[in-house]
């Protein structure tokens, strides 16, 4: 079982309002909300952690997230769970993805200017190429750029992986001997999102998208 969650907020809550959504979650992890200087970071992290905690609960899994730690390399896992996550989120926009049956990574970014010049030690010589070549260089980079994100959260070793020895022209992208499967993800013109996992998917993918303050659920194919 695969499923990738979304949430988005244009305007920021009241302090009401993200108090009552706290409530929900185990105080050391809404501890850590404080610590963030803005506003925008505290609000993904808790919509991330809401996101986690409802795609337990359809799983099949009522978890309050007291046991969720963290690898040498930083990314979470829930101890004595037999679900791997992930969690992403850019501008506006959360993602989670939840599998039984896989390892999963998924990342998303907004697109927006960025001085590409800096980047150019992050790419094959091909990647770069068709970056320079493209009609629309931007999202081309964030295409390649959420691609490599997706596989490296997959494969849990993050950024210690060297980004310039993958290759995002392909669905197909092998680390270390693994191949693992990416699939793009639609959420708004304005964002750029894929999904990564260790088994190729044949199956349409659902978007659940939740508004946890109007209770509304909404769905995507993909």
């Avoid at 302090?15 to 009552?20: A, G, I, P, R, S």
């Avoid at 060297?162 to 793009?184: C, F, P, Q």
């Avoid at 304005?190 to 990564?196: E, N």
Wanted: glycine share 4%; charged share 25%; hydrophobic share 35%.
């Amino acid at each position: 079982m695969l499923k990738v969650y979304c949430a988005n907020f244009k305007t920021r809550l009241t302090v009401e309002e993200f108090q009552n959504l706290s409530q929900t979650l185990p105080g050391a992890i809404t501890d850590k909300f404080l610590k963030f200087i803005r506003w925008q970071d505290a609000h993904a992290a808790l919509m991330g952690k809401l996101l986690l905690k409802e795609g337990l609960k359809d799983m099949g899994y009522c978890m309050n997230l007291e046991n969720l730690k963290y690898t040498i390399y930083n990314r979470p896992y829930l101890d004595n769970c037999p679900i791997d996550f992930n969690i992403s989120h850019s501008g506006e926009y959360v993602l989670c993805a939840l599998s039984t049956t896989c390892s999963v990574g998924i990342d998303i970014e907004q697109v927006r200017p960025v001085d590409l010049s800096d980047f150019e030690s992050q790419w094959t010589l091909q990647e770069l190429d068709n970056i320079r070549r493209s009609d629309d260089s931007l999202r081309q980079f964030y295409n390649y750029w959420t691609r490599k994100e997706a596989v490296i959260k997959a494969n849990g070793k993050g950024l210690s992986l060297s980004l310039n020895k993958i290759n995002a022209t392909i669905d197909r992208i092998s680390i270390e001997g693994k191949n693992w499967y990416v699939k793009e993800i639609f959420i708004s013109d304005d964002y750029c999102s894929h999904l990564a996992t260790d088994v190729e998917i044949d199956k349409p993918i659902t978007i659940n998208r939740i508004d946890f303050l109007q209770g509304k659920v909404d769905e995507m194919i993909f």
